[in-house]
């Protein structure tokens, strides 16, 4: 593929789906577009694009904004990194915090605002419980442009159809044209900033949980080390680290081990050995409650 | 194997869900409106169903509202799929015992987003 080549399949995507494609994703369209090129019987990813640039083949146009757009954000994304909010994460801290009555989040890729939002959407749907209670919820991201679509809230109908239950999106979504924008309630739970992880984060303070799902697979190795042993300390002992479905921290660091039996999420290894212990008590006195729902 | 109803006057958008939802294992019965997809179901009631709104004879919403009557008839997840995209509609689909609402275009990743949400799959 050459640079001209890249640079218009840049502006195809995000004209097409407003997917911001940074100059370091060679490999991303790559390893998404090739398929699409050998389903179409395309040789290689130049003639795919030449395809694109003469703008007559529909099928091949949707195909490929949809090959790079899968992994986009998307509303509760995976299920179950909300589920361990509402469920184990949310609980605890609510417990752990009462004096306080404050959680602080952070979400380190908010990308365009489905995973702040849909925690923002969590933390209303459980209303009754956290009654005075502040809650912060910070999304940070490399890209201006995410994040002001991220602040603005607003989604296609193709967006707000994926993860998002339907009577959420009547709950908390007002239709504004052909879009939907969150509400200015809800939009107004959620502080916006920009920042690279790769660039120190200690002005950010520190935060109850960390979310940073699939944004540490563009790093190399010792860049996460580094990145995760920062994201150590930004958090309290007690503190939550979630990742994505196939993101582990083992080899990169002893900052953080797994909670057995909750996939994607992590304590810091001194809480993790001190809540192995004492957790069971607790856990079984809130369990009358939470046991219900199961 | 799960059974789905699927009901749409368009014989294309039949045989569009008919592929994606035969891919997540369902096996396929096919209505061309209300009143027909009605019958369907005093026959076997459907675990799912995948709803039109505008149709000759009865439409979906019509159809939805005696469903829930039916003896047994409350029992099948019922997902709208319709051009009809304002809140007031999908607020009346709501109410009248619909379980999902898909709105069109779809795709196949709404569809299994969607029959993932209602537990389908």
Redesign the interface.
């Known amino acids: 593929m050459t640079p001209s080549e890249f640079e218009f399949l840049k502006n195809f995507l995000k004209t097409r789906s407003g997917l911001v494609l940074s100059n370091d994703k060679q490999y991303l369209v790559e390893s998404r577009l090739l398929p699409v090129a050998r389903s179409s019987k395309l040789e290689t990813l130049s003639a795919v694009i030449q395809q694109l640039q003469r703008g007559t083949n529909r099928a091949l146009e949707t195909e490929v904004v ?1 090959a790079m757009t ?1 992994n986009e954000s ?1 509303f509760f994304r995976d299920k179950t990194p909300f589920e361990h909010f509402k469920d184990t994460m949310l609980p605890a801290l609510l417990e752990s915090r009462a004096s306080r009555k404050q959680i602080k989040i952070w979400c380190a890729a908010a990308s365009t605002g489905q995973e702040p939002y849909s925690l923002a959407i969590c933390l209303k749907e459980d209303a009754a419980k956290m009654a005075g209670w502040r809650t912060r919820i910070l999304g940070t991201d490399l890209s201006n442009e995410v994040l002001e679509k991220a602040k603005a809230g607003l989604y296609s ?2 967006e707000v ?3 998002l ?3 959420l ?2 709950k908390y979504f007002e ?1 504004k044209g052909e879009m939907w924008q969150i509400n200015a309630g809800m939009r107004a739970m959620i502080e916006w900033k920009k920042l690279n992880l790769l660039e120190s984060f200690t002005h950010l303070g520190e935060f109850d949980i960390i979310f940073c799902r699939n944004v540490l697979i563009y790093f190399d190795q010792a860049t996460k080390t580094e990145i995760l042993g920062r994201m150590a300390k930004a958090l309290p002992d007690d503190g939550y680290l979630v990742l994505g479905a196939a993101e582990t921290v083992v080899g990169l660091t002893d900052a953080f081990k797994p909670v057995a039996g909750k996939r994607g999420l992590f304590q810091k290894k001194q809480a993790a050995q001190a809540t192995t212990g004492s957790a069971a008590t607790p856990r079984l006195a809130a369990g009358g409650g939470l046991g219900l729902r199961r | 194997m799960k059974q789905c109803l699927v009901v749409d006057d368009s014989s294309v958008i039949r045989k569009v869900a008919r592929r994606i939802l035969e891919d997540m294992n369902f096996e396929i019965t096919e209505a061309e409106d209300g009143q027909q997809a009605l019958d369907e179901c005093r026959k076997t009631m459907p675990d799912a169903i995948l709803l039109d709104w505008n149709m000759p004879v009865m439409d979906g919403l019509e159809f939805l509202t005696s469903l829930r009557a039916e003896e047994g008839g409350e029992n099948p997840i019922v997902v709208f799929c319709t051009t009809e ?3 007031a509609h ?2 009346r689909a ?1 109410r009248a015992g619909a379980n ?4 069109k275009p ?2 196949r ?2 569809v299994e ?2 029959f993932q ?1 209602v537990g389908l799959i």
Not at chain 2, 100 to 103: A, D, P, Q, S, V
């Open positions: 949809e899968t998307f109908q193709f159809q994926r993860g239950p339907i009577q999106l009547l239709q | 995209n304002d809140v999908i607020a709501i999902e609402y898909i709105m779809f795709d990743e709404i987003a969607k949400e």
